[in-house]
């Protein structure tokens, strides 16, 4: 019983997951909806100007790696993280969806991330290719869907 | 949440009146008195109008002392338009109101100042709630020059009259100055006449929305009366603002923000926040210090082409620095520092956000807060007040909405936040075309796309796009372009739109799919088909030129390779560079290797000739699912004159590797450099150049072109003139052909040279083919059109032996006809085993010793049925030439004619062996013939002598051979040398004494064939050759004193003499020696036998006769010219027939006998 409110509760957690390197190209996109994932494209691209400028202007302590949220429009709220090498993580989720909190964002950013590390771990993918491992599609399609 | 709060604290319906935010508004308006100059009249040209406003708004500040001596800053703020619903809101932030107007106009006619002076007086009272003072500025009219006019009576304004509106009239600048100064003038009386009003008598003053909310509220309760006194003390901290008392506004606003906070009046303290945070904004930096500095951030766009950026941390420029003590200490304590008032003027915006209806003021607040971060370059700043803007619930125009998009977009972009941006310029491009937009502007929208390019590191230039999404967004990147292929297409200008899509298909191809690929082309096709493109710039309206883009991938090149000329019009240097023979030399060490390398040049090692075809072969792919119709391939060429041939080709769906062959032909002397192809497909043109396309390595290729040269046809041609490659002759048999050579060019050919060429040794090419090139010369210059012939004669060489030689064991059974005597009498033929054994070296180094190739193929012959195989000799006749300039250039051609060359057996020699003949001066070669043919062959071997022999028979014929007069050498040694000198000698003598005419009757009527077959290269042991070569020595014999034999002399019959039985007979024998040289080791014997002509012999004849004197001597040497002598006696016992048989050893193993042996008939007494 207790499992499915969590089922319920954690489904269509996030719209979309992206993995941005650090020139800034995408090297991995997926998304819930298929029709709205160019605009989400468009947004998660804009916001990279601001992920950009905070790495700038030099936060001191950068231990946090988590940005929180980058922009919200009425549709989307979008969330970064970047990591010591300067990868992004976006997480986009629907303004609507109240549910989500801050720390259950960082914990959709922090599976992302251990996802990431084991990818960097295979000998055999090279660092700024685009990824294609299944591993690290399932996770990312487990955070948009919740059933991780 | 914000929408929530803003429905509880206002009404829900829109105040309509407000709803037009002034985008351009900074912080620093708040200080400003506000003047609406508006152009009146149709007279005055709007340029000149525009013209005139800027030299108005230079006249922004007025510097004025008061009666108290204190010097006051006047600011104006001037604008076109003010919308009165945005006047209404004066009470709420007194910068709002309109307190000056002028008017600018020009007229000629009374009508029209009648008109223009109702104009302005209906403007006035539009704005006369708030109006102080206004101006008519009118030329054409009441001034020195031009009609004196009288305005209407109701005319109450100042009016300004000019001559010219074209005309700098510096009284201008002192009219605004004193219309200024009389504005600031009424203000200042308003803000002592507020200023020393009772706040607490004071009515409310309120917002235009808020007037339905105070109807039924107590005007009189304490809270009401606390919300009165703060906004009167905010509306004089205003004013103060406004008329220059900054510190006291400062003051004014602090009070204010402290009153009202605690009634919870959030709009006015929002007001109160904002203008707070303009004074002390204006403290810390006045508007005339602000640096107009434009400083461009370094985007990360410019990343690539600088990695090492530069940013300067101080981000304060021409600001007061908060740090400097003395500077502090002078500044008020309530002033807020740069920090302060992004909190504060964020805190305002948030009590802004709470009102629906204050969306205006929220928004124009967003965009003044911003534009503070902007001028601090603080970027995070303006992020997050900018962020506020787009979510504000405005009910806005079409054209109001792109311009808020357009005004973000252009505060984005100024921080560098292109991709931002960007954003917004895509938001508002799609507005401009959006459906519920009735003014669709597809050429705005495709403008705006244009400018968002940046923000996509994209540029429309092909050669500046990274291909593999290393930068930028690719997917977004193909939207993009994909829209702006749209929009151009819309907007109707087709030739953007087929540019724009074939750059989309050079630069984006890699991320698309066949399909894609395929859908695209498609597209593009559409596109072109209105406008075809062609790779040249364009320049749009606006003067941005769009750089040509190529379809470098369809078709897709795979290959380019340039091509030597064909072989045999290929230009060789006439003198060869000497060829480096030495030792091949290899050293790890590279010594100085780094510049050599980088020196690549890609000069090919060949040539072209002027004026002669010359081809690049490239190969296409085609990458899409429908027939792909290329036309007009041409290459691209730099340096010397070419003139390219062009190409089409159909190139079937998706097919590979697909070979087109470029002509084009050089038209001057120099160097061509290819760079690349054009093509035309799928109606666009495109240089495809080389440095583009990573199939090809090298991005140029270089051709030397030389001088013109001639050209010739040759041909070998038999009798019939037919021409041919391929001869079959029979071993021995010779053929003519000729040789024709024909100047087909059109430069006469002053150079000629024959050679041949073939894989045999040269001296049996020499004796099979043979061309007459002797008098050649003679025949040069070979002038245009004009040929020669020369003979060509071949001749087939061939060994007529077979390599599979037999002993002719059977022989023997011959030798009792053909010799006389007793078999001891005759050179006895050793054991074939024996004999094979002595052969085999001397077979060896004769084979060795030239007809090497014949003897190889020889060898094959294994077994005697396998003799009918031929030889293939290709000969290559290659004629150099050359002739024109291009001689003297240096260069000249070779064509080679091949001739093929079939030698087969006619003849072939299985085995010979050599028998004394009957008389001393000639022998028999008894020779095992075959006739390998396949025909019947007659052979005549020797005169009157012939044999018709069926075809693969082998025959066996004696040819008599003179013999070899030995001493005719003039040395003969006993040595091996000797030995062999003497082979090779008796060799040559048979080769020349035997012919064997061989003839053979074709099948047709042609005449019969023939040939002679010469047996060189018979090999003969010691004991032939002494049958071969005539004895070195004569003999002499006196017999009873009697000459019987004198071989020195004619030879004597040698008359069967009679003799007693019972006598002695006194035999005296001379050896001379007939050589040049002495003999070594002379034996002589004498032998007496009986010959019973049954073929048997007696020599036992020990008790028939008997002898005086030794029949056996020796000695040492027998000079030349000298002579042995031995005499000794015998007595025959018996009457009969007794012959002698007189034999001389001599070098080792020869052994001559005389010939014929010595007969003596003893007859009884």
Redesign the interface.
Known sequence: MHLQILQVYFSDMALCVAVVSKENAPKYVTSLNPEDELQIQYEIHSSIDFVEEKLKTGKKDMRDLYLGLLYSTEDHKIYGYVTNTKVKFFVVIDSSNLLLRDNEIRFMFRKLHTAYTDLMCNPFYIPGDYITSENFNKVARGILTGNS | MRSSVSAILSTPTQDPNMSHPDYEMTVYDHGTLLILVKHLGEELSSKNFNRLFERICRINQLRVVDGTGTERCVQARYIKEYPVGNNDWGDFQTHRRLLGLITVSKCKLQVELNEICRLHESLKVKYQSTLYDSRCIIFGVNAPNSPELSTPSNFKSRDVYYASDNDPNPSIEMHLNEFLSSLFWVLDAKRLEKSKEKFDKATLLIAPFEKRNIIGLDMESRANKKRCMGRVTKHLADLNLQTGFLNDALNFYQTAIDTLRSCNDWLWLGGCLEGLCATSLMILQPQNQQTKSNFQRNA?LQERHSRFKF?PLSTNTGFVSLDDNVVRSTMPQNLLSVDDIYKNYGEALKHYSKYLNAGVVLTEGSLKAARIAVDHHH??HV?YFL?NV??VNLTLTDEEKIQRLMKLAEL?SEI?????A???Q?LASKRYVSASNPHTSWEQCYQLLLKMLPG?KLSLDPNDYVTG????????QR?VVNEIVLAAKRVGNASLATRHCTFLLQTMWWMMDKIERSAYATQLSVLSAQCEGSPVPLVLDNGLVIPPANLLNIPQPENFSVQNLKLHLRPHKLVKAKEDFGPFLFTPLKFGSMEKYNIKSNKMEYVWVIDEPCEVILELSNPLNFELEVTNILLLTNGAVFESIPFSINLPPEISYQNVVLTGIPKEVGEIEINGYSTHTLGVKSNCRLKNITNVPETTYNVQVIPSMPILEAFILDSKNDNISNVTLFAGESLDYNLKISNIGSISIDLLEISIESTIEHSLKNSIIKVDTENIKDYLPIIPKSEIVLGIHLTGALNFLSSNQYPLAELNSLKSSLTISGPSSYPSLPSPRQRNERLSPMTASSYRSGESSLNSNCSRYRSPTDITSLKVIEFNIKIKYAGGEGMAAGYCRIISCTLSLNISNSVLVTGWDVLQAETGSQFYLVLDVVNVTNQEMELKYATNKSILMEEKESYRIPVPVDRFLIHSLEQVSSGEEGQADMVSQCNKHIAEQVLLRWSVNSYDDLPPRWGVAKLYGLTLCPQMLDIVCTSPIYWEINLNEEKIVSECDEKLLSETSQYPVGQQLKLQIWVHNSLMSPLDDVTLELNFYQDYLNGTTNNQLGNRLATTGSTKTYTTRVNEHDRLYHECSVIFFYPGQYKLNLQCQTLKQHIWKLIPPLQLDITAE
């Open positions: 990360s940013r970027f995070i992020h962020q787009l979510p984005y560098g936040f292109h991709r931002k960007s954003f917004f895509w996509h999404g290393q930068f930028g967004w690719p997917e977004l939207q």
